[in-house]
Nanobody, 126 residues
């Protein structure tokens, strides 16, 4: 069974950098489209970044573009999200997600993803 476990979330200050990780088990990472989403209390789940299955197309949400970098290591079955210049509005639970190759459409649609991690909390203080 495919399982995803996020880690690395913590309390950080405005302007700091943080990297969160997603360890994938039960599947081959290269098989999937991968993405990070985040959700703050009372808000909709927001697309953060994604990598298409072939690894050649990378997308970022407008609010994180220029500050965040998504990457993956297929050999280690791990997805990373490097977050720089953190802002209080980055405070959220961050989730990694995988999408089967049979899925199509925009990568920013949370409902199109098949597997989700439990999330890791990132809190940015001002």
């Amino acid at each position: 069974q495919v399982q995803l476990v996020e880690s690395g979330g913590r309390l950080a200050q405005t302007g700091e950098s943080l990297r969160v990780s997603c360890a994938v088990s039960g599947g081959t990472l290269s098989f999937y489209t991968v993405a990070w989403f985040r959700q703050a209390p009372g808000k909709e789940r927001e697309f953060v970044a994604g990598i298409a299955r072939n690894g050649g197309a990378i997308y970022y949400g407008d609010s994180v573009k220029g500050r965040y970098t998504i990457s993956k290591d297929n050999a280690k079955n791990t997805i990373y999200l490097q977050m720089n210049s953190l802002k209080p509005e980055d405070t959220a639970t961050y989730y990694c997600a995988l999408r089967l190759p049979s899925r199509g459409g925009s990568l920013n649609l949370a409902r199109s993803y098949d597997y989700w991690g439990q999330g890791t909390q990132v809190t940015v203080s001002s």
